[in-house]
């Protein structure tokens, strides 16, 4: 008797698409210091950000960062889950991560290329909760972002990232 799922295995995947937008851009030139808005960013094939604190080498750095976590991506619609869930209102500054962005699925993103605006990035991993963001916000939020943290990424073709660019898979 013939397998009845033998054929559906066979057919090609669908492909799910997402269109994203950039929405807020934010660098900091030391750990405890307010993220900063910015209206480019300017970031560097398998380096990091230009004058983020990563780049620059200067004060306290996270033990998990590392050569393939050189940006960082945050949901616009994890800080809109947050709000509804907890009830704590979080700014995209206040999230710690360089960039916020809006239709963009980061959970399933790992090990997927995309680009970002003229950059071609590299989804890495996942972004854990830490409590250094409790620390600075003063809010108790880290349990909140537990499958919301965000998206390291690595930089394989740099240049320019502007407010409003916009987000696309890269295959």
């Not at 499958?147 to 320019?160: S, V």
């Amino acid at each position: 008797m013939p397998d009845k799922f033998a054929d559906r295995l066979v057919q090609p995947r669908a492909q799910i698409g997402w269109d994203g937008v950039v929405r807020f851009l934010h660098i900091t030139p030391r750990s405890f210091l307010p993220m900063r808005a910015m209206p480019t960013l300017t970031l560097i094939a398998g380096k990091g950000i230009d004058g983020d604190r990563y780049m620059i080498g200067e004060g306290f750095y996270s033990h998990l960062r590392a050569e393939d976590a050189q940006l960082t991506l945050f949901e616009v619609e994890a800080l809109v889950a947050i709000k509804r869930d907890s009830g704590i209102e979080l700014s995209p500054e206040e999230h710690r991560r360089n960039v916020t962005v809006e239709g963009m699925p980061l959970n399933h993103l790992v090990g997927c290329q995309f680009w970002l605006g003229e950059t071609l990035l590299q989804g890495t991993r996942l972004v854990p909760p830490c409590r250094h963001i409790e620390k600075v916000t003063g809010k108790r939020i880290a349990k909140h972002l537990i499958n919301r943290g965000g998206l390291y990424c690595k930089i394989l073709q740099g240049g320019i990232v502007r407010i409003g660019d916009a987000a696309r898979n890269a295959s």
